[in-house]
Structure formats: structure tokens, C-alpha cells
């Protein structure tokens, strides 16, 4: 176990690294720059490292996610690990549904949230509780996961090394909801806090007052307070008397199964090769999607059989249809 390292020496043999490769990457990291786009329309920058980095960062992120099961707070559902015998495994539906039946919900989130955990939080991270490492591990271990002098976008290791470091916000925030009769929950940057009587803006006061203690300040643009007559969002679901996917998620995904079968179609017809890159990455995001429904509708359910139906339909263009337009060469 992670605990048990004393040295540098059994981190390298804990996650099967060469010492000298493990400080190469700690004190000049590698990474690859590049946008993608958020669901609001905007663009999220990804930091994402390069392959040697990234298969040391998940050696240790499995360490770091083993570590925090043992310390996690009971509002943290977003990337962390359960046992196999829990009954309730804490994910984006769980999240979601311990709102349900209210009547007032607040969503926050943290502005930039990774990018406010710098090097020198990490470092404090793993020389006190649970680790106690010296400062010499500690320091290479922050540097081996930061980027910039701050968590990145695109790390594995980046989400559970936040959630370590909410751990004390999620402690004071869970103490202030209990004595206000509410219900509080994160799921990675996105908070959410739920009663049924009544929130408005100076709770939402008082949660940004929290955080900015431990330099966690609130995204001033994406605060929604829902009242008894609103529908009510958690983390894109919809809460209710139960937990619904948003019509617009399947509206989107719709559009995307049209996309996808008629990028197919073009693909058999012509016989192309460019452009197959973009095709299976865009398969893989049309299917993440469908494994969505499934989480949350489960695996027999109407709406997850019929997309899933659709998917591999999309990839099996009608033959005739393929056959009618490649003869079409025969009469020009």
C-alpha cells in the first residue's frame, strides 16, 4: 500500500517505475495542449499528459483512489471508488438522488476548480494524513502531477487530488448544512445543496464565504437557485419524485445517431480512409452517451435498448442502398 512507502525507492517499486524515470517526469513533465468543447457551447482547455506520465499517473491514481476510500466525506460522489459490497456506489445518479422531494436546491460550482489546487497544496496533501510522507517524497510525488504549478485538466490523478483537498471544506460545508436542515453534496466542482424550506441568496452567501477560506472561489456566472415551483437539475439530471435523464440530452443524442449513420454511410460508399480517426473517436462519444441511459435508466430499460438498437444500425448501413450509389459510376 501507498501508506507503507518510506522512500522514493518504494513508490518505484510500488508502482513499477524507475526512479530516475519518475523524476524526469516529476521535475519536466510532458503534455499535450488542446481544447474541447462544453456542453454550454464554451471550451474546456485539456492539459493531458504524454503516454509514459499518464501510465505513471494511473499506477499512482489507483494508490491515491485505494487512500481516499478509506478518508472520503459523505458528500463527495464524484470519482472515488466503492466496495464491492456497497449497496449505494456514489456516482453521478446517487449524487443526483439524494435531492429528490425537495422543495428549494442551490447549484454552485467552483470557478477553475483544479487549476486553484496549486503544487504546494498537493505537496501539503501528501506530508500529512493519511500518507505522512517526508518532504523529498512529497515534493516529487506533487510535482509528478501537477503541471504549471497546478492540478491540470487532463490528469488521472487530478480528481481524486482535489477530492483530498476538499476534504475540509466538504467538512465544514456538511456541518453548516446540518445545523441549517439541508443536504449537501459535490460532485467533483459541481455543489449542491437541497432542503425543504426555504434557500435563497444568502445561503449562497454563506457557501461562497466557506470557500473562499480554503481558496476555492465560487463560478459567479453558474449560481441557480430553484424554488418549490421550478424544475430542479442536479449534474444534468433532472429531480424530482424520481431522477430523469433532461429531454435535451436525448434530443442531442438523437441528432448525433443521424450524424453517425450518415458518416457511416459516406465512409462505406466512397471507400474513404481519411477522416477514420475522427470517426471512432465520435463513435466512442455517441456510445459514452447510450452508456449513460444505461446508468442511469438501467440495463433493461426501453430508452436504453432502442439506443442502443440505433447505434448498431447506424454502423450497418442498408447494403442496397450502398450497392445503388457506388454503380452509379457505371453511367458517368
Known amino acids: 500500500m501507498l501508506f507503507s512507502c518510506t522512500t522514493l525507492k518504494d513508490v518505484e517499486q510500488l508502482i513499477g517505475a524507475e526512479l530516475n524515470s519518475i523524476s524526469l517526469h516529476a521535475f519536466d513533465p510532458g503534455y499535450f495542449h488542446f481544447t474541447m468543447p462544453k456542453s454550454n457551447g464554451e471550451l474546456r482547455y485539456i492539459e493531458a499528459p504524454e503516454d509514459e506520465l499518464k501510465r505513471l499517473q494511473r499506477k499512482l491514481n489507483h494508490y491515491l483512489q485505494c487512500a481516499y476510500f478509506v478518508v472520503r466525506t459523505p458528500s463527495c460522489y464524484g470519482f472515488t471508488i466503492g466496495a464491492i459490497s456497497e449497496k449505494n456506489p456514489r456516482n453521478i445518479l446517487s449524487n443526483a438522488q439524494k435531492h429528490l422531494n425537495c422543495s428549494y436546491l442551490i447549484n454552485v460550482d467552483v ?31 506533487a510535482k509528478l502531477c501537477t503541471y504549471k504549478g497546478r492540478l491540470p485538466m487532463g490528469a488521472p490523478t487530478s480528481p481524486v487530488l482535489s477530492n483530498f483537498y476538499t476534504i475540509e471544506p466538504d467538512t465544514e460545508l456538511q456541518k453548516w448544512s446540518e445545523n ?6 459535490r460532485f467533483v466542482d459541481d455543489l449542491t445543496f437541497s432542503s425543504t424550506k426555504n434557500l435563497n441568496s444568502r445561503h449562497i ?20 437557485l430553484y424554488g418549490p ?40 460508399i466512397t471507400g ?24 442511469i435508466k ?5 430508452e436504453y435498448v ?9 454502423l450497418e448501413p442498408d447494403e442496397r442502398f450502398v450497392a445503388r450509389w457506388t454503380s452509379f459510376n457505371n453511367y458517368v
Do not use: W
Open 111 to 141: 470557478d477553475d476548480f483544479f487549476h486553484q489546487i496549486s503544487t504546494e497544496r498537493v505537496q501539503f496533501i501528501f506530508e500529512n494524513d493519511p500518507f505522512r510522507f517526508d518532504r523529498y517524497i512529497s515534493k516529487t510525488l
Open 180 to 185: 441549517q436542515s439541508i443536504t449537501y453534496t
Open 205 to 224: 452567501e454563506s457557501i461562497s464565504g466557506i470557500l473562499d477560506g480554503f481558496n476555492l472561489p465560487l463560478n459567479s456566472g453558474k449560481h441557480k
Open 229 to 268: 415551483e421550478d424544475p430542479k437539475t442536479v449534474t444534468g439530471l433532472v429531480v424530482g419524485n424520481s431522477v430523469e435523464i433532461a429531454p435535451s440530452f436525448y434530443c442531442a443524442l438523437d441528432e448525433d445517431l443521424v450524424r453517425l449513420k450518415k458518416v457511416v454511410e459516406v465512409h462505406q
Open 272 to 295: 474513404m480512409t481519411s477522416g477514420l480517426s475522427f470517426l471512432k473517436r465520435f463513435k466512442q462519444e455517441v456510445m459514452g452517451k447510450i452508456n449513460f441511459v444505461k446508468q
Open 298 to 302: 438501467g440495463t433493461f430499460s426501453e
Open 306 to 314: 432502442r439506443y442502443l438498437d440505433q447505434f448498431h444500425e447506424a
